[in-house]
């Protein structure tokens, strides 16, 4: 029994159960996948100066560029300046904890500048929507909390 509980002997069991402690945490690491923010994230940074002058053309109208939440619905209103030139407006549907829920949803031009999205299909979540609208020449983006 004193051969055990020698104090090399106890080192080199505490050391053995260190190895084995770290290869446990290297299996859990491999058991949790790694999701970034998108499939496609480095070809969006390629593209991120476009974001940001989309941005900067939105400033003058953040005031106008509006999102109402309602029950199970959302409404944009587009200020009618941007309205009559789109040629193409969507909002994509970010949501943080579950890439599955993710969508872009395209919206069709209308005369009034009021969009409206239903929320019901959506699923329960924190989404961050990303209003993006592309007319002749300029681009417009903005996010909204949802």
Known sequence: MKKIS????????????MVLFMCYLVYQCTQNPSVMVSNNYYEQELK??????????TLPFTDSLIMNKESHQITFQIPLSINKEITKASVQL????DD??????NLAKN????YA?????????????????QTGTKQYYKEFNY
């Open 6 to 17: 020698h104090p090399g002997n106890i080192i080199l069991m505490g050391f053995g159960g």
């Open 48 to 57: 991120f100066q476009d974001l940001i002058d989309a941005k900067t053309n």
């Open 94 to 97: 970010y949501n943080r904890a």
């Open 100 to 105: 599955k829920k993710d969508r872009t949803i």
């Open 111 to 114: 005369e009034q500048g009021i």
């Open 117 to 133: 999205l239903n929320t019901i299909d959506w699923g329960k979540g924190n989404y961050e929507l990303k209003l993006s609208i």
